[in-house]
Nanobody
Framework: QVQLVESGGGLVQPGGSLRLSCAAS????????MGWYRQAPGKERELVAD???????NYADSVKGRFTISRDNAKNTAYLQMNSLKPEDTAVYYC???????????????WGQGTQVTVSS
């Protein structure tokens, strides 16, 4: 009942930047945590960054200092600003949101469809 729509992926050269967006919609009462995950070929899906409603964040060590996650609670939207991109950042990036639904406050966990980020010269 909660859908996530991602945008912003694409092809970028090493050292370049991209900004990913994830907009949630549906029967949302409250989103507690939004996060970005990625899965590279032959690799496990891994957490890149997440952010709670109050603004606390977590980052994978590999992206600290280069990526910044943020959110606009009023718009139910999360962003991932990616700077100084490296070829090893190439992956499918997935947005995730968890929270509760309206009326019955049933919990939900939703995933976006994934967006390809390719870092190559």
């Amino acid at each position: 009942q909660v859908q996530l729509v991602e945008s912003g992926g694409g092809l970028v050269q090493p050292g370049g930047s991209l900004r990913l967006s994830c907009a949630a919609s549906g029967r949302i009462f409250r989103i507690n945590v939004m996060g970005w995950y990625r899965q590279a070929p032959g690799k496990e899906r891994e957490l890149v960054a997440d952010i709670a409603r109050g603004g606390s964040t977590n980052y994978a060590d590999s992206v600290k200092g280069r990526f910044t996650i943020s959110r606009d609670n009023a718009k139910n939207t999360a962003y991932l600003q990616m700077n100084s991109l490296k070829p090893e950042d190439t992956a499918v990036y997935y947005c995730k949101a968890e929270g509760s639904q309206i009326l019955n406050f049933a919990s939900f966990t939703s995933w976006g469809q994934g967006t390809q980020v390719t870092v190559s010269s």
